[in-house]
Every structure is written in structure tokens, then in C-alpha cells.
């Protein structure tokens, strides 16, 4: 299986700034800027909806 427990690291440590996670900068990690496009686009979805991811 790609990825999976083979991945020592979760994305968000991958960013220059972990807790700047939302809108840190992945440059040389696509995998990474994918998943953070990925939870981007589910957090908008989410605030539509009036939901909340907290």
C-alpha cells in the first residue's frame, strides 16, 4: 500500500511552519500540498454548511 504505516512523517510535519498548517508552505512535498488542497477544500465545504471541524 502507498503511503500508509510505511509514512514516518504526516504531511503537516513536512510544512516549514506546522502550525501555520492551513497556508504553509509545501514547496518539494506534492504529496503533502495535495492532502493540504484536499483538507482546504473540506474545510470551505464544511463552513457552507455551517459545520465546524473543531
Not at 15 to 31: C, I, R, V
Not at 37 to 53: K, T
Request: zero cysteines.
Amino acid at each position: 500500500m502507498v503511503g500508509g504505516r510505511g509514512r514516518s512523517r504526516s504531511p503537516r510535519e513536512l510544512a516549514d511552519d506546522p502550525e501555520n498548517w492551513p497556508h504553509a508552505d509545501l514547496s518539494g512535498h506534492p504529496a503533502a500540498a495535495v492532502v493540504q488542497a484536499i483538507a482546504a477544500a473540506l474545510q470551505g465545504v464544511m463552513a457552507e454548511r455551517g459545520l465546524s471541524f473543531l
